[in-house]
Nanobody
Framework: QVQLVESGGGLVQTGGSLRLSCASS????????MGWYRQAPGKQRELVAT???????NYGDSVKGRFTLSRDNAKNTVSLQMNSLKPEDTAVYYC?????????WGQGTQVTVSS
């Protein structure tokens, strides 16, 4: 069973930065994909960024150029650096991992961007 624990959410002003981290209970070396999704109130969960086991990254259109995803296999973590935050980035951010074609999710961390 894979357990994912997020940290780093909080309240920030428009234009500010936050860094989210997701720690896995086990080695992520074999994880096919890791990354982040988010869900704002009344909206569907959407892609923020993912990284494959080979290091290829994929970003949602709304965060390209502002967010950077990194994967540290040695520390079994993925981190999301979020810069130039906007009020529309306000959401619960969920860490996810795909392991042997099965998806796992963290409990979520709240990010609130005030205008």
């Amino acid at each position: 069973q894979v357990q994912l624990v997020e940290s780093g959410g909080g309240l920030v002003q428009t234009g500010g930065s936050l860094r989210l981290s997701c720690a896995s209970s086990g080695s992520i070396n074999s994880f096919q994909t890791m990354g982040w999704y988010r869900q704002a109130p009344g909206k569907q969960r959407e892609l923020v960024a993912t990284v494959s086991s080979g290091g290829s990254t994929n970003y949602g259109d709304s965060v390209k150029g502002r967010f950077t995803l990194s994967r540290d296999n040695a520390k079994n973590t993925v981190s999301l650096q979020m810069n130039s935050l906007k009020p529309e980035d306000t959401a619960v951010y969920y860490c996810m991992a795909v392991v042997v074609f099965k998806s796992y999710w963290g409990q979520g961390t709240q990010v609130t961007v005030s205008s």
